[in-house]
């Protein structure tokens, strides 16, 4: 494919790609992939934390997408419909290991958010230790209280498209997350009293 057939793909809308894509068009599809696979394989890490089954379950959901694709209904965004399928294959792999995978270290993401959690300005290493703490403490949770966590505070999905992505309502998210959140809290409160 040329440069310039490259730079016109990535201002194709996505849903022009989804349906060049129910008709079989690979470019197409190669184009939805690249859009997303960033923000799929994040999202499966927050779950496996472990790069080589994080690479494994965004291959197959990649791969159950495109296999399902035609069956696509649009009902929500293609954005929303892959990233159902993410979360689902996370959550049957961790069901089914038993356990989570060791701990893979801390994500500048929970590092931001623990700093916000720091009311004055601290050294680094200080939100370092409380980013760890924080990734130790969201591992912890529920399944059901972490899917939420990880797509509305991680992700920055609307409650909306977080109840569309894990198939419960929007109301069963907000409470999942105020729990998730209140139990952060009790696990944290030690560090953010210093």
Request: include cysteine.
């Amino acid at each position: 494919m040329s440069n310039r057939m490259k730079l016109l793909m990535t201002d194709v809308k996505e849903e022009v790609l989804v349906e060049q894509a129910q008709q079989g068009d690979l470019e197409a599809y190669a184009e939805l992939v690249k859009r997303y696979r960033e923000r799929i394989y994040r999202t499966i890490y927050r779950y496996t934390r472990n790069h080589n089954d994080t690479d494994d379950l965004a291959q197959e959901t990649f791969l159950q997408a495109f296999r399902a694709i035609k069956s696509f209904r649009k009902k929500s965004g293609f954005y929303t419909w892959i990233f159902r399928i993410a979360v689902n294959r996370s959550l049957n792999f961790v069901k089914k290991a038993g356990r989570e995978k060791e701990k893979a270290g801390c994500e500048e993401k929970m590092e931001n958010i623990a700093a916000t959690f720091l009311h004055s300005p601290e050294p680094v290493s200080m939100a370092k230790e409380l980013g760890e703490r924080l990734n130790e403490a969201v591992d912890s949770l529920p399944l059901a209280y972490k899917s939420s966590f990880i797509l509305v505070v991680l992700q920055g999905m609307t409650h909306s498209q977080a109840a569309q992505v894990l198939r419960c309502p929007e109301n069963t998210v907000s409470w999942r997350l105020h729990k998730a959140r209140k139990i952060l809290q009790a696990k944290l409160s030690p560090y953010l009293e210093r």
